[in-house]
């Protein structure tokens, strides 16, 4: 393999909080080991029309409390054919850059896993997401910063729905996944959680609205992952109005809040040390690999089982949800 001389990254996908200071790592990190570094802009989308940036210390520096992605993001549907990703090769040869760093989800990997083994370039992956889904890893860059952003927005809205006893379905992202509903759920102490995760989600849920009646309880929290099974905040609520006519009953969708802000502390972290982690993994030959984050360790997950991998929620957690409705 021929000594990596010019490295370039990218951030594909969704943005999340925190993919500013993994740039940030990888800029500071291939500078450490006299490497060049280029950013492209807009994702894979960036990378076939030749938008790329040189990065040193200076282009990245005060990256690292900002929100979203000052490289920016976009889904191309031109890399996801032979053609495109033929373009996207030959530009990166026009710019003499020898390995790539990717930041974002399954998506970005399944690119740069294609991508690695059709023209020879090592590609490292580092996970970002706010949905915490990737397989092979604890946590994902972004995750932390949502959940706090959620647990924010549901604590103000518990004052409103007591307020005026009422019962509030409040719908958060994830896509398929339930973890930011099932952990701002338990953070927050809602009356109930709807993950897509769960079965027999329906009947539990008028199970527990008739036994809060009896109990003359005011106001309810029903937390609603945007991919559960009974559909969206608004078709959940929508059937608890029908069947339980004598309850106020209110939504909220949290949408794109989840995504944007101030990164937390963990997740700059947890992308600072990625960061490293993938430059060094490059520097040590390594390829096709997403560096994650487990017990408290960097470790090293082929492209193929993050991708093909499914990432479930902890049993123990659904049971101390349970528990805690109680």
């Known amino acids: 393999m021929a000594k990596i001389k010019k490295i370039a990254v990218l951030t594909s996908g969704g943005d999340a909080p925190g993919m500013n200071a993994a740039v940030r790592a990888v800029v500071r990190a291939g500078l450490y080991h006299k490497l060049e570094v280029v950013g492209i802009e807009h994702g894979y989308e960036g990378m076939i029309n030749g938008e790329f940036m040189d990065l040193t210390s200076l282009e990245v520096r005060n990256v690292i409390q900002r929100g979203g992605t000052f490289l920016r993001s976009a889904r191309s549907m031109e890399f996801k054919t032979k053609e495109g990703r033929n373009i996207a090769y030959k530009k990166l040869v026009e ?4 390995a790539l760093v990717v930041i974002g989800g ?12 059709e023209h020879d370039i090592p590609c490292v992956g580092i996970p ?25 927005a549901i604590d103000k809205i518990k004052d409103t729905a007591s307020a005026h006893d009422r019962m509030f379905f409040i719908e958060v992202m994830g896509r398929d996944a339930g973890f930011i509903a099932l952990q701002a759920g338990i953070a927050t102490g809602a009356e109930a959680i709807l993950i897509p995760e769960v079965e027999g989600q329906e009947d539990k849920l008028k199970e527990f609205i008739m036994k809060e009646s009896k109990h003359k309880k005011s106001s309810q929290i029903i937390l609603v992952a945007e991919g559960n099974k009974l559909g969206g905040a608004h078709e959940v609520a929508k059937k608890v109005s029908e069947d339980f006519k004598g309850i106020s009953v209110r939504v909220s969708v949290l949408g794109h809040i989840q995504r944007g802000g101030t990164p937390t502390a963990f997740d700059r972290f947890l992308a600072s040390r990625l960061g490293v982690a993938a430059v060094e993994a490059l520097l040590d030959n ?41």
């Open 95 to 98: 710019r003499g850059v020898d």
């Open 106 to 117: 399954d998506g970005t990997f399944t690119g740069a896993g294609l991508f690695s083994q």
């Open 128 to 152: 970002g997401t706010i949905d915490n889904d990737i397989y092979g890893t604890d946590f994902t860059i972004g995750f932390d910063t949502a959940l706090n952003t959620v647990v924010e």
């Open 286 to 326: 390594q390829r096709s690999i997403m560096v994650g984050y487990t017990n408290h360790e960097v470790v090293h997950v082929p492209f193929n089982k993050t991708i093909k991998g499914h990432r479930n929620v902890s049993a123990e957690l659904l049971t101390v949800a349970d528990i805690l409705t109680i």
